[in-house]
């Protein structure tokens, strides 16, 4: 990043970045790395498309590092599993940091991709429900939000692309033999 889009970066987002609770995220596994790092990359990507778009560019940089705010990993908790991290991570971050209703529709519809996926395969993760209407990002900023989660995870995967795979095989393999009806 620029030096200038970078110190305004830093100013959107120095109170989170500094915040005891949300530097917890760095103890937590998240796609090969750990949360603080990829929340901070999707934050810098939303941040960068939400100028590219004219979106509002600190909601939509705010959520962007707020989307991922919980503590746990997705199977440690039922609160944090795939679909409802989301909004485990709203509470949170309207806890700690007052986030308007821009930013937590961000936050609360950045797994849409995940919706949709679930909706074209709905034998993975059959236990969590998925409200494809609620989970669909309502604005621009929310859209960008998804977006950059997306494409920062795949990169983030792709260093192990190989495993990601063999394991994604795996899982959906397991998942026909054991649910064939």
């Known amino acids: 990043m620029a030096k200038k889009a970078n110190c305004k970066f830093e100013y959107l987002v120095s109170d989170i970045l500094n915040n005891e609770y949300f530097l917890e995220t760095k103890k937590d596994l998240h796609h090969g790395t750990n949360k603080y790092e990829h929340s901070l990359r999707v934050a810098k990507l939303s941040y960068r498309l939400s100028k590219l778009f004219k979106a509002n560019v600190k909601s ?6 707020l989307h991922d705010f919980f503590i746990g990993t997705r199977k440690e908790k039922e609160e944090n599993s795939y679909l409802n991290h989301p909004h485990t991570a709203a509470i949170n971050a ?3 940091f007052n986030v308007n209703l821009l930013e937590e529709d961000a936050i609360k ?6 919706v949709m996926i679930k909706k074209v395969l709905p034998f993975i993760n059959r236990k969590e429900k998925a409200n494809f209407e609620e989970m669909k990002p309502k604005s621009k900023e929310g859209w960008i939000v998804c977006i950059s989660d997306l494409i920062i995870s795949g990169i983030e995967l792709e260093r192990f692309q190989f495993t990601y795979i063999a394991n994604t095989i795996l899982l959906l393999l397991f998942n026909i033999i054991m649910f064939k009806n």
């Open 109 to 114: 519809t950045h797994m849409f991709h995940h």
């Open 94 to 96: 309207k806890k700690f």
């Open 60 to 65: 939509t940089t705010r959520a962007g590092l």
